[in-house]
């Protein structure tokens, strides 16, 4: 489990620097200041969470069943989060609306800080 948390973690952080590079270079004359800087915040805590599952597979006094918890959490709430905000972000250079799908963004927020809660309790509930 923890060789997939840390490779995805790793996944998460490249697949970060490539689209912040792009939304910083390519999509910098296709969207307002205003969508870059949406785009950015998806950026920002796809990274954030890499870092963090970096952090959850390195981590020894972890349960490998809280580790898998914390990383279903992440994992769908990066996709649901970011995804979303890359998407909406950039819904004024596609053809297809993505505004219909805005109710996915505070779904994976709400997952993410489920996944910061289980890190909370493990530790609140660990003995040693």
Same mark, same amino acid.
């Given at each position: 489990?923890?060789?997939?948390?840390?490779?995805?973690?790793?996944?998460?952080?490249?697949?970060?620097?490539?689209?912040?590079?792009?939304? =910083?270079?390519?999509?910098?004359?296709?969207? &307002?200041?205003? #969508?870059?800087?949406?785009? #950015?915040?998806?950026?920002?805590?796809?990274?954030?969470?890499?870092?963090?599952?970096?952090?959850?597979?390195?981590?020894?006094?972890?349960?490998?069943?809280?580790?898998?918890?914390?990383?279903?959490?992440?994992?769908?709430?990066?996709?649901?989060?970011?995804? @979303?905000?890359?998407?909406?972000?950039?819904? @004024?250079?596609? &053809?297809?609306?993505?505004?219909?799908?805005?109710?996915?963004?505070?779904?994976?927020?709400?997952?993410?800080? @489920? =996944?910061?809660?289980?890190?909370?309790?493990?530790?609140?509930?660990?003995?040693?």
């Amino acid at each position: 489990m923890d060789k997939k948390i840390i490779s995805t973690g790793a996944i998460f952080g490249m697949l970060a620097i490539i689209l912040g590079a792009f939304g =910083a270079h390519a999509l910098k004359k296709e969207l &307002s200041i205003e #969508e870059l800087s949406t785009f #950015e915040t998806g950026v920002k805590y796809q990274m954030y969470h890499a870092l963090f599952l970096l952090f959850i597979g390195m981590n020894d006094k972890i349960a490998q069943k809280t580790k898998k918890n914390i990383f279903i959490l992440t994992l769908v709430g990066v996709l649901f989060f970011s995804g @979303s905000i890359y998407l909406l972000a950039t819904n @004024s250079i596609t &053809s297809f609306d993505f505004k219909i799908i805005g109710f996915v963004t505070p779904i994976g927020g709400l997952l993410l800080i @489920s =996944a910061w809660a289980l890190l909370l309790l493990n530790y609140l509930n660990n003995k040693s």
